[in-house]
């Protein structure tokens, strides 16, 4: 069977375009997600997210040494469900500052400043505090404020005052500097996901074929052209043939990692790993940025965040609450406050995120305390530091060679420790001495420039933000041009967080939804489909 439109891969952008594109009932669409459903009641709850940094959803990759860091192997979560990392994230809803899509602009993507992409922000959004030029109501993604906040989360926005950082109350609106509680992708204290908005609802419809668990080997092309992709099936392989155009929205590793398997990448690579070489485009898996986090853990004087709900009974009380008022524990993603400052004073935006923690031990490999304790994270949000993405082999089935090249560039050290430090100064601020004990990581024997080197190795996380693996760009070196086609080989584009020429200075779930609603506009108006 044939279709007008391929999407491979049914993540935050697969599922915004099969939602968007057979809007027209005379197109086609056929959306292939290896992963499957989002059954498991975890992945609706807000709190669910606990679980998801452990692997559940996941490919359960992880980065190469990283030879910055003393050769640490660090956890790298990459969504493997319908949602991609919509179903699997802390819910948060940021997008990013102004000037990053305004320097989009500045290094030639017409058409992605702040005020070409503000309406497809306002286009998704079903807000449920504001309605402004800033945001939007009646789209199919809820975003709403924190429905279980603490006082701790009060005190916390305090003690940053008492440092000179100013309370935001809308994080994502005019201004982003400060600190404030973040909206959420929530909807009735429920998670909304790129697929339970968008997809589910479109589902039903007749134009649109939904394939779960569907490993795609290769794009196929013929001529300079996408023709269709190859999918594994029971007894082999099978050819699906795209009239129009394959979209491939895997995300920052997994669409470059599809391009190489496909022959599209750097030439003498494919070579080394065995695979044909269709064109030779070194910009596949390269550009590749991240944010890298590091944290600091204060025991705190009493249960004051939700660390004792991990454990029965506690655990199952907070259900019942769930379930009977939609409250508590369970309708937190637990990092719902946060904000915005900096490490460089002159910086033209803020350079430092911070992610309040109501616990310890909330993700993957950091620490959990015995007694209740709270976690502040913070991430440099611009690096200069560059890696890559590569094939460890030609088995479709391998897991990529992922290399953020953390601190490549010294800089990025020198300011992801200063946001560390900043993270101690807030701790420490009397505003939250009833709430907090005692700092326990760092810890006060990290004083020295080594000691926070040595401590930052150790424990350092990636904030799942990889973007820049298949850049736009007007330049030769550019792999995408502007409009997101696969500059090369006609009938393909890119859509998801890998075209983003510069990673952007937040959480970057929000921006690769616009992209997808920005580039199912555009994707329409090539073909003359209806709007």
């Known amino acids: 069977m044939g279709y007008d439109f391929i999407i491979v891969g049914g993540g935050s952008a697969g599922c915004v375009l099969a939602a968007r594109l057979s809007e027209d009932p005379n197109a086609r669409v056929l959306l292939l997600e290896a992963g499957g459903r989002a059954r498991h009641p975890l992945y609706a709850l807000p709190a669910g997210f606990a679980k998801m940094t452990f692997g559940m959803g996941s490919w359960g990759w992880e980065t190469v040494p990283q030879k910055h860091m003393k050769n640490r192997v660090l956890r790298f979560t990459q969504a493997r469900v319908i949602g991609g990392g919509s179903t699997v994230n802390a819910q948060i809803y940021t997008r990013g500052n102004a000037l990053d ?72 609106g005019a201004a ?23 997809l589910n609802p479109a589902e039903a419809r007749p134009n649109l074929d939904v394939r779960y668990g569907a490993q795609v080997l290769r794009i196929v092309t013929q001529a300079g052209r996408a023709t269709g992709v190859e999918v594994a099936t029971g007894t082999g392989t099978e050819i699906l043939q795209a009239d129009q155009e394959v979209l491939l929205s895997s995300g920052a590793i997994g669409s470059p990692r599809m391009l190489m398997l496909s022959g599209i990448g750097p030439a003498d690579h494919l070579r080394d790993v065995g695979v044909d070489v269709v064109i030779d485009q070194p910009g596949v898996g390269s550009n590749l940025q991240e944010h890298l986090d590091l944290f600091t853990i204060c025991e705190c004087t009493g249960d004051h965040t939700y660390d004792k709900y991990a454990k029965m009974p506690w655990s199952a009380i907070a259900g019942a609450r769930y379930l009977l008022t939609r409250g508590g524990p369970v309708a937190s993603s637990l990092f719902e406050t946060g904000g915005f400052w900096y490490a460089e004073p002159d910086a033209r935006s803020p350079d430092i995120q911070f992610h309040l923690g109501l616990g310890s031990g909330i993700e993957a490999g950091v620490a959990k305390m015995s007694n209740p304790g709270v976690t502040l994270n913070s991430a440099y949000l611009r690096p200069r530091s560059r890696g890559t993405v590569r094939l460890a082999s030609h088995d479709p089935k391998a897991a990529p060679l992922i290399d953020p090249n953390y601190w490549e560039d010294s800089h990025d050290r020198d300011m992801a420790i200063k946001g560390l430090k900043l993270t101690q100064d807030i701790l420490r601020q009397d505003a939250l001495k009833p709430y907090v004990k005692q700092e326990v990581i760092p810890g006060p024997d990290v004083q020295t420039d080594q000691d926070y080197f040595d401590y930052a190795c150790a424990n350092a996380k990636t904030d799942h933000h990889p973007a820049g693996t298949c850049r736009m760009g007007s330049d030769e070196a550019a792999v995408l041009d502007t409009r997101l086609r696969f500059n090369g080989i006609e009938g393909l584009r890119v859509v998801d967080a890998s075209v983003m020429p510069r990673l952007i200075s937040s959480n970057t779930n929000a921006p690769t939804i616009m992209i997808a609603e920005k580039a199912a506009d555009m994707i329409k108006a090539d073909h003359g489909m209806a709007t």
């Open 101 to 172: 899509y305004d320097e989009w602009r500045q290094l030639g993507c017409d058409g992605w400043s702040y005020s070409d992409v503000l309406p497809y922000f306002r286009k998704s959004e079903d807000n449920d505090t504001f309605d402004n030029e800033y945001h939007g109501k009646g789209g199919p993604l809820g975003v709403s404020q924190p429905s279980a906040p603490l006082p701790i989360c009060e005190a916390y926005f305090k003690a940053a005052e008492q440092l000179g950082i100013p309370f935001n109350g809308d994080l994502t």
């Open 176 to 198: 982003q500097d400060g600190v404030g509680y973040y909206q959420l992708t929530q909807k009735n204290a429920r998670r909304s996901s790129a697929a339970t908005a968008f």
